[in-house]
């Protein structure tokens, strides 16, 4: 069974302070990860897309990291701001899926940034 | 650009009303379509997904039902709400191609209390 996790669950970190966040997944086989910030009310925004040749991506201050051999995935912030208080979703894509069904969603990891 | 829109953005309702909700996309043809579900704290719930007019794929059995009666609208409804359909409700579209399928980009959802 696809499933992706996410560690912690949720954190709390002191602006200006860095943090990592981690996502393990088993989708196989593999075509992508994406990390999704969704700030609470609002719908899913996509931070990084991540296919199987690339290690590491950036966005700003988000860097995220992929190791396809050990399907492990981390998002990382740096200099952490009040405005990145979010959960972060972990997305995993397979390849043989239906065209509308492909990917498995973590579970999230719910970040409070605090000044 | 495309624009992806939901309404209403927050529900009340008593247990045992009809529910209906509303995504349309805009700026794109023949999009995917899903409907996700949100429960606090949790993840996303793939509910239904559609690749066409009429045509639905439902993933987790229940009391809700969706509707594509256009290319670019999808509607969630049900007969008869329960309790434990209280969540947040988000819309998303990926494009139709196969290779691009599955980047999502989700609209700002409907917050759902039922009572």
């Known amino acids: 069974k696809n499933q992706v996790e996410q560690s912690p669950q949720s954190l709390i970190i002191l602006e200006g302070k860095n943090c990592t966040l981690q996502c393990n997944y088993t989708v196989s086989p593999f075509s992508n990860l994406r990390w999704y910030k969704q700030d609470t009310g609002r719908g899913p925004v996509s931070l990084t897309i991540?296919?199987?040749?690339?290690n590491t991506k950036s966005n700003g201050r988000y860097t995220a990291t992929l190791d396809a051999d050990t399907k492990q995935s981390s998002l990382h912030i740096t200099a952490s701001q009040l405005s990145d208080s979010a959960s972060y979703i972990c997305?995993?894509?397979?390849?043989?899926?239906?065209?509308?069904?492909?990917?498995?969603f973590g579970g999230g990891t719910r970040v409070l940034v605090k000044p | 650009s495309q624009t992806i829109h939901q309404w209403p953005a927050t529900l009340v309702q008593p247990v045992g009303s009809p529910l209906s909700l509303e995504c349309t996309v805009e700026g794109t043809s023949n999009p995917n379509l899903y409907w996700y579900r949100q429960a606090a704290g949790r993840g996303l719930q793939l509910l239904f997904y559609?690749?066409?007019?009429?045509?639905i794929s439902s993933e987790v059995p229940q009391n809700l039902s969706a509707s594509r009666p256009q290319d670019r609208q999808f509607i969630l409804s049900s007969k008869k709400l329960l309790l434990s359909d209280s969540g947040f409700y988000l819309c998303a579209w990926s494009p139709r191609t196969v290779k691009r399928s599955d980047e999502q980009f989700f609209g700002p959802g409907t917050r759902l209390t039922v009572l």
């Open positions: 991540m296919t199987f040749s690339e």
């Open positions: 997305v995993v894509s397979g390849i043989y899926k239906a065209a509308g069904n492909k990917l498995t």
């Open positions: 559609s690749v066409g007019i009429g045509q």
